[in-house]
C-alpha cells in the first residue's frame, strides 16, 4: 500500500514600503500596510479560507482517513492577526480533528541556516513556541525555509530534537533514485528524510490549470491512476505545495478544489492508497538507504540551488550586511527592534533581488513590490541603514559608537527637558494673561 503525504506550505511576508535615502534616521516605520493587508485579504478569501473549509469537511466526510500537514510561518501567522484573524480560527478547527499535523520551521522564513547557527536556534524556537500556543502541538518533523537542506544542516536540526525533515527530491541529490521512499540522513540517521516528488507536486501547483500541458484537464482518476503505475516498492509519496496555489495560482474556476475533494475521497476508497501524516510516516515506515546531500539544495527552480535568493553580488551583500548584526541582536532587549530584525531576516527580501527568470514558476511567488532588482536591493539596503543607526543607540558597535549613543542619549533628555520647561513657561504665560485681563475687567 502506498502513503500519500499531502502538505501545504503557508507564508506571507511583511513587504517594505518604498523607503528612501531622506528617511533613514528620520522614520522608523518600514512596512507597506496597505499591500500587505490587500494580499493577505485576498489570498485568506480565495485560498486558505475555502481550502480549511473544504479540509475539514472532507476530514469528516471520510472520517479521519483523510490527512494533511502545514508549515506555517510565524509572519503569516503574525498577519493572520492583524488582517484575517478568522483564518487562525480555522487552522484550529482542523487542529482539533487530530488529522493535521503542524511542521516546525524557521520563524521569518529565514535563511539563517545558511549563515548564523545561534539565529537560526532562536527562529526555530520562536516558531515552535507560537506553533503550540496556537494548536496545542509540538511539531516533530522539520522543513526549513525553501526546503533547503544539506547533510550538515540535517546534522543539525536532528541535534535540535526533531525526527524527520522534509526536503526536495532533487535530481542532483537521487539521480537514478526514487523520491517515494523514506531516507535517512548521511551524516547522522538518526534523521529521516522526506523528499518530495516535485513532479506529482508540481502537476498541481503549476500545471493544473495550463490548457497547453499535454495532460489537461487532469483529473482525480487519471492523477490516482498515476500513483497506482509507480513501481510497487515504492511506498510514500509526498506532494508538497504553497497552499495559495489552491484558488490563487490555480483559480476556483479552475476546478481545483473539486479536484481535491475528488481526490481525496478516490484516494481513501482505493484499496492501495492511504493518507498518513509525516510523523505516522516516520514511525510505520523503514528507511530504504541513507541520502547524500553534501551540497545545499533547495525547492527553487529548475536548479534546485540557492540562487534565487543569494545568486548575485546584490542578495549576498545584503545577506552577509544582516547577519553582521546578528551578534549585537542577541544583546538587544528592544522589543521593536527584535521585531524589526525579524522581519529583515525573510527570504522573500532576497528573492525580490534575484535576476534569474524561473523556467518552472517558483515555489516563492510572493507578489514581488518592486520594478527590478536594483530597485528592491537598494530599498533593502535604506532599511537596513535605518535599522542600524537604531541598533546602535541601543547596543553599540565599538567605543565611538558607545560615545555616540551617549551623546544622543544626553541630547534626547536636553530636548525633552527644553520641550517640558517650554511647555512650563507657556502656561505660566497663559496664566499670567489670564491673571490680567481678569483684573483689568
Same mark, same amino acid.
Not at 156 to 177: C, D, F, M
Not at 194 to 203: E, P, V
Given at each position: 500500500m502506498k502513503s500519500i503525504c499531502l502538505l501545504f506550505q503557508v507564508h506571507q511576508p511583511f513587504r517594505h514600503r518604498r523607503y528612501r535615502f531622506f528617511d533613514i534616521g528620520n522614520d522608523h516605520y518600514y512596512y507597506d500596510d496597505y499591500s500587505n493587508d490587500a494580499i493577505m485579504r485576498r489570498v485568506a478569501d480565495q485560498s486558505y479560507l475555502p481550502g480549511n473549509k473544504l479540509l475539514l469537511e472532507l476530514i469528516d466526510k471520510l472520517q479521519g482517513k483523510f490527512k494533511v500537514a502545514f508549515s506555517i510561518t510565524g509572519t503569516a501567522i503574525e498577519q493572520f492577526e492583524l488582517y484575517a484573524p478568522e483564518v487562525i480560527d480555522s487552522f484550529r478547527d482542523l487542529a482539533k480533528t487530530g488529522c493535521v499535523e503542524f511542521l516546525s520551521e524557521t520563524y521569518s522564513h529565514s535563511l539563517s541556516s545558511l549563515k548564523d547557527l545561534d539565529t537560526f536556534k532562536e527562529q526555530v524556537k520562536l516558531h515552535d513556541e507560537r506553533i503550540f500556543g496556537l494548536f496545542g502541538q509540538k511539531p516533530r518533523v522539520?522543513?526549513?525555509?525553501?526546503?533547503?537542506?544539506?547533510?550538515?544542516?540535517?546534522?543539525? *536540526?536532528?541535534?535540535?530534537?526533531?525526527?524527520?525533515?522534509?526536503?526536495?527530491?532533487?535530481?542532483?541529490?537521487?539521480?537514478?533514485?526514487?523520491?517515494?521512499?523514506?531516507?535517512?540522513?548521511?551524516?547522522?540517521?538518526?534523521?529521516?528524510?522526506?523528499?518530495?516528488?516535485?513532479?506529482?507536486?508540481?502537476?498541481?501547483?503549476?500545471?493544473?490549470?495550463?490548457?497547453?500541458w499535454l495532460e489537461h484537464p487532469l483529473t482525480a482518476e487519471k492523477y490516482i491512476g498515476w500513483l497506482t503505475k509507480l513501481d510497487k516498492k515504492e511506498e510514500l *509519496?509526498?506532494?508538497?505545495?504553497?497552499? %495559495?496555489?489552491?484558488?490563487?495560482?490555480?483559480?476556483?474556476?479552475?476546478?481545483?478544489?473539486?479536484?481535491?475533494?475528488?481526490?481525496?475521497?478516490?484516494?481513501?476508497?482505493?484499496?492501495?492508497?492511504?493518507?498518513?501524516?509525516?510523523?505516522?510516516?516516520?514511525?510505520?515506515?523503514?528507511?530504504?538507504?541513507?541520502?547524500?546531500?553534501?551540497?545545499?539544495?533547495?525547492?527553487?527552480? #529548475? #536548479?534546485?540551488?540557492?540562487?534565487?535568493?543569494?545568486?548575485?553580488?546584490?542578495?549576498?551583500?545584503?545577506?552577509?550586511?544582516?547577519?553582521?548584526?546578528?551578534?549585537?541582536?542577541?544583546?538587544?532587549? %528592544?522589543?521593536?527592534? *527584535?521585531?524589526?530584525?525579524?522581519y529583515l531576516q525573510e527570504s522573500d527580501h532576497f528573492y525580490y533581488m534575484s535576476t534569474k527568470h524561473s523556467l518552472d514558476g517558483s515555489s516563492n511567488r510572493s507578489e514581488n513590490p518592486f520594478d527590478s532588482p536594483y530597485e528592491a536591493f537598494i530599498n533593502y539596503m535604506n532599511v537596513l541603514s535605518d535599522f542600524k543607526i537604531r541598533l546602535n543607540a541601543v547596543v553599540p558597535e565599538n567605543e565611538t559608537e558607545t560615545e555616540l549613543a551617549m551623546l544622543h542619549r544626553i541630547i534626547e533628555e536636553k530636548d525633552e527637558r527644553l520641550k517640558k520647561l517650554e511647555a512650563d513657561l507657556n502656561r505660566l504665560q497663559q496664566a499670567k494673561k489670564a491673571g490680567k485681563r481678569k483684573v483689568s475687567k
Open positions: 522539520f522543513r526549513n525555509t525553501e526546503m533547503i537542506y544539506s547533510n550538515e544542516i540535517g546534522e543539525l *536540526i536532528s541535534k535540535l530534537g526533531y525526527s524527520a525533515v522534509l526536503t526536495e527530491g532533487a535530481r542532483q541529490v537521487l539521480g537514478w533514485k526514487s523520491p517515494n521512499f523514506l531516507y535517512v540522513n548521511a551524516v547522522n540517521p538518526r534523521l529521516k528524510v522526506l523528499m518530495r516528488n516535485f513532479k506529482l507536486s508540481d502537476d498541481l501547483a503549476f500545471r493544473f490549470s495550463n490548457g497547453n *509519496i509526498n506532494l508538497f505545495l504553497s497552499y %495559495d496555489a489552491l484558488g490563487g495560482r490555480q483559480p476556483a474556476e479552475s476546478g481545483i478544489f473539486d479536484f481535491l475533494e475528488a481526490f481525496a475521497v478516490k484516494a481513501v476508497a482505493h484499496k492501495d492508497l492511504t493518507f498518513t501524516t509525516p510523523s505516522e510516516a516516520v514511525e510505520r515506515l523503514q528507511p530504504v538507504s541513507a541520502v547524500n546531500v553534501p551540497e545545499t539544495v533547495s525547492w527553487a527552480d #529548475e #536548479e534546485r540551488d540557492l540562487t534565487a535568493w543569494l545568486g548575485n553580488g546584490m542578495q549576498r551583500e545584503a545577506f552577509n550586511k544582516l547577519y553582521d548584526l546578528s551578534k549585537r541582536m542577541q544583546r538587544c532587549n %528592544d522589543k521593536k527592534l *527584535i521585531k524589526d530584525w525579524n
